[in-house]
């Protein structure tokens, strides 16, 4: 049963009209509808379960003393507007009840981050919550990055200086540590993700107030929100704004389920869109952070895109899913272990594989050393592969391990929309000199300078071999043939419609 709220003045005159039948009922003048006031109808209405918790005040009386304010120092190097949690603060006139308001509560001034001192660098405010009775925090890592000076407000007003254990850019978590006392609250991650449509409380430090809670719902699980490669965001409506990153987004049991991080916003306030890191990657990473202070991922060594329906297709899967093997590194875990180029990863250890995003999770999180068990459809045939999986590289091996050759000019494939040239001694594949924007090649991404290495499963040497794949296919009945390109320095399977070529 819904309920409407009715205005007051409607509640009230219904309330009277209510007392008034009751009244005249019991002096016996008039007979009550049965279908509207049958016996135990009051009691049934009165039963029914309450659309939420009648109050949080219980939980944030247990949670709150363990959600810190985190105050940072920052470099002069630092990028004060870097946060992507900081917004402008709206224009209000001066002497305005809003402008008195926020000067009361010591806001920065419009469009700045916080105090600046000449030759002192800049301070930033974020969130943060303990985790160990012995002073370990977790906040973002964007809240203390380029940080020289750290500390952090307890809920009493209890101030302390904190160093930096760790971080990871990757998952924009960070790892503080508080120095001195060794007796704080603290609060314990959840053991159970939590389900769309759950109750969330968001506890934070927004506008430099203080302590502040908020209440909503989860909108949406494994939001990938494009701000790095591990990405698997809690979507929650409760409101977070800014100076909330870092702090936790609770269930209605107390336990910690994400990390407020981000949120989506054309105003810079909060629409009822914020993002919470999931405690799983939480846990995985402050976990390392705090044995080592750094973080260790697994590496398979592999280039990976996703199934579409017509790769899927091309390949004999039966559905779109997984993760296709585009491009192995020589020598790598994956090619060690015979992992090949056109393989579709569809399970790790048992889990099915949804796309490429869970499947770098999955081995990113099982760390260097483990074994991981592939299952991987070939040619349409299912097999199990076992990796020993090594540790993801640097930024600077990734790109050495990857470097893209120079473009080059030629000759006329027309019939598919392209302009291919022969490549270089030394160089491999068939380069695209020309793209017809209108052409079906255009409309799956190939672009000038790209790299097509296979066309059909075999390479790929002169735009004569492409053609030859093409009206191979067309012998064969298939639909589409599939290219391995190559652009810049990564390398993607696209499946080209065999009727481009007719």
């Known amino acids: 049963m819904s309920v409407i709220p009715f205005p007051s003045k409607t509640r009230r005159t219904l309330r009277q009209a209510l007392l008034g039948a009751v009244a005249i009922a019991a002096l ?14 009051a009691h049934a209405a009165a039963s029914q379960p309450s659309a939420g918790p009648a109050s949080f005040a219980d939980i944030v009386d247990r ?27 709206p224009h209000f006139p001066p002497g305005s009840p809003f402008d008195r308001f926020f000067k009361q509560f010591g806001m920065p001034e419009e469009g700045e981050r916080g105090p600046r001192h000449p030759g002192h660098g800049s301070m930033a405010q974020g969130s943060g919550f303990f985790i160990t009775a012995d002073g370990y925090i977790v906040t973002n890592n964007h809240v203390v990055d380029h940080a020289t000076e750290v500390s952090v407000t307890t809920n009493d007003g209890k101030t302390f200086d904190a ?7 990757k998952t924009d978590l960070a790892l503080l540590k508080v120095k001195g006392e060794s007796d704080f609250p603290f609060v314990g991650f959840a053991t159970q993700a939590p389900r769309v449509g ?8 927004p506008f430099g107030l203080g302590g502040t809670v908020t209440a909503g719902i989860v909108s949406a699980r494994g939001r990938d929100i494009g701000s790095g490669p591990y990405d698997d965001f809690l979507q929650i409506d409760a409101p977070v704004n800014h100076g909330n990153s870092g702090g936790p987004t609770f269930n209605a049991e107390g336990e910690v389920v994400g990390v407020n991080t981000a949120i989506f916003s054309p105003s810079g306030g909060s629409v009822g869109i914020g993002f919470a890191i999931a405690s799983d990657v939480v846990k995985t990473v402050i976990g390392q952070l705090k044995d080592t ?25 039966k559905a779109a899913s997984g993760a296709l093997v585009a491009k192995e590194t020589a020598n790598s875990p994956a090619a060690t272990a015979g992992v090949k180029v056109g393989d579709i990863i569809t399970a790790v250890n048992g889990d099915k594989v949804a796309d490429p995003k869970e499947l770098a999770r999955r081995i990113a999180a099982l760390g260097p050393k483990k074994v991981a068990e592939l299952a991987v459809l070939r040619g349409g045939a ?3 592969i076992d990796v020993t999986l090594g540790a993801m590289p640097t930024e600077k091996e990734q790109v050495a391990m990857n470097a893209p050759t120079a473009p080059e000019a030629g000759r006329d494939v027309a ?12 160089e491999e594949g068939v380069r695209v000199a020309d793209v017809d924007p209108d052409s079906p090649a255009a409309e799956r991404g190939i672009q000038v300078g790209d790299v097509i290495l296979d066309a059909g499963g075999k390479p790929a040497n002169r735009p004569e071999d ?8 067309r012998t064969d009945g298939r639909k589409a043939v599939l290219l391995r390109v190559k652009t810049e320095d990564s390398v993607r399977f696209v499946a080209l419609p065999v009727k481009a070529a007719s």
């Open 415 to 426: 019939k598919l929309g392209m302009k291919l040239v022969r490549p270089r001694d030394g």
């Open 382 to 384: 299912s097999q199990t």
């Open 198 to 205: 759950d109750w969330v409380i968001a506890v934070g430090n």
């Open 28 to 41: 016996g003048g008039v007979a009550l509808d049965h279908g509207a006031f049958a016996p135990g109808a």
């Open 466 to 473: 492409i053609a030859q794949a093409f009206s191979a296919a």
């Open 293 to 317: 202070g750094v973080v260790e991922r697994g590496w398979l060594g592999v280039e990976i895109q996703p199934v579409t329906p017509e790769l899927a297709d091309s390949l004999g899967a």
């Open 63 to 89: 949670v709150k003393p363990a959600v810190v304010s985190v105050k940072v120092k920052l470099a002069d190097g630092g990028d004060a507007d870097a946060d992507p949690d900081q917004q402008p603060m």
């Open 163 to 169: 160093k930096v254990i760790g971080t990871d850019p």
